[in-house]
């Protein structure tokens, strides 16, 4: 059981699929904050996007997670103009630690062919054009999935109570805790003590620690801190330094399991960054560049430009067996400007 990844690719994603005649795909990107659905339109070359909060059925449990899957699904098949038998492939990719009760709850409450993968699987469909390499995320969680000559492994991806280094609600609770250690003088002075009492409009740290446990914050707002974190970190703030680094190297520990386990260790790969938190530059990004170059000096890091909803559009295509009319960028692009269109309509 140990051999096995913790994340296997479905047969439909590792094995040549016959060419489908239906003409529409439906890739969906189902966060802890947000769930983005996109159908692409193979003919008229166009997008048509859907949204609806959260499906991480961690946080909301499987039921209101397959309803928020349904709901921006739904939206986007209108807006396209087409129903559950128009798609020819349909891939949704849902954050979790495991998404199987996810699935389960899908077939029952709907009929159709719908292929259900963790989100770390879009995200390296979206970081490597859904060939050898590695993704890694680190938005409001964290987790890491790559394929290689010895096939697929995934590392982290364990929630926020067991696991998580490096998202953003890791480095929110670390923060806490350091202004908490502040106060109560067993730890050294820091900026984000006041900038926590701010953000979080509490008259004290303590009665901030007293909201986490009574209210309690969920994960999206307790997330929301990591952007002024970043900043207090970049500013200099050694205490916040020390967290973004140590945040870093634990989930650099994790991309270098996934490496050595797809037998990627001394190839050249393409190793890509997804998620809010990349966005806090060097300070995050150095650290795990120096560790994973100890073990892997060719892999090619970088920020992965397209969404992660286009890495299930792709894979999508895949199902489908229309890998040949689907290419990562142009599903970029469709999908910048179906969403610039939609926040220019509402």
Do not use: C
């Amino acid at each position: 059981m140990e051999d096995q990844s913790l994340v296997a690719l479905p047969p439909e994603l590792t094995r040549p699929a016959p060419r489908a005649a239906g003409n529409y795909l439906l890739g969906i990107d189902g966060g802890a904050t947000k769930t983005l659905a996109a159908v692409l339109d193979l003919r008229a070359n166009t997008i048509h996007i859907g949204r609806a909060g959260p499906s991480n059925e961690d946080a909301i449990g499987p039921v209101a997670a397959v309803q928020a899957l349904l709901n921006a699904a739904d939206e986007a098949m209108r807006g396209a103009g087409v129903a559950d038998e128009d798609l020819a492939g349909s891939v949704l990719a849902v954050a979790g630690t495991d998404t199987t009760a996810v699935a389960e709850q899908l077939h029952s409450t709907r009929a159709g062919s719908w292929t259900v993968v963790n989100d770390v699987v879009g995200a390296w469909a979206v970081a490597t054009g859904a060939g050898d390499g590695l993704a890694v995320i680190a938005g409001t969680g964290s987790n890491v999935f790559g394929v290689g000559p010895r096939g697929s492994w995934r590392a982290g991806g364990w929630g926020h109570l067991l696991g998580d280094e490096g998202g953003a609600i890791w480095l929110v609770v670390q923060s806490i805790k350091a202004a908490l250690r502040q106060r109560e003088g067993s730890g050294p002075v820091t900026a984000l003590t006041g900038a926590l009492v701010e953000f979080f409009e509490v008259p004290s740290i303590e009665a901030l620690a007293s909201l986490v446990y009574a209210k309690p914050l969920t994960k999206s707002e307790i997330a929301a801190f990591a952007v002024q974190s970043a900043k207090i970190a970049n500013a200099g703030d050694e205490v916040a330094r020390e967290i973004y680094e140590r945040g870093a190297r634990e989930l650099a520990r994790q991309v270098v399991a996934v490496i050595e386990h797809t037998g990627l260790a001394g190839q050249e790969f393409p190793l890509g960054l997804i998620g809010s938190v990349f966005h806090s530059g060097e300070v995050f990004t150095r650290p795990l560049r120096e560790e994973v170059a100890k073990i892997a000096p060719g892999a090619h890091i970088a920020l992965a430009a397209a969404p992660p909803a286009a890495g299930s559009v792709l894979l999508a295509a895949r199902v489908a067996g229309r890998s040949d009319d689907v290419e990562l960028g142009q599903v970029e692009q469709l999908l910048t400007a179906a969403d610039t269109a939609a926040q220019g309509a509402g």
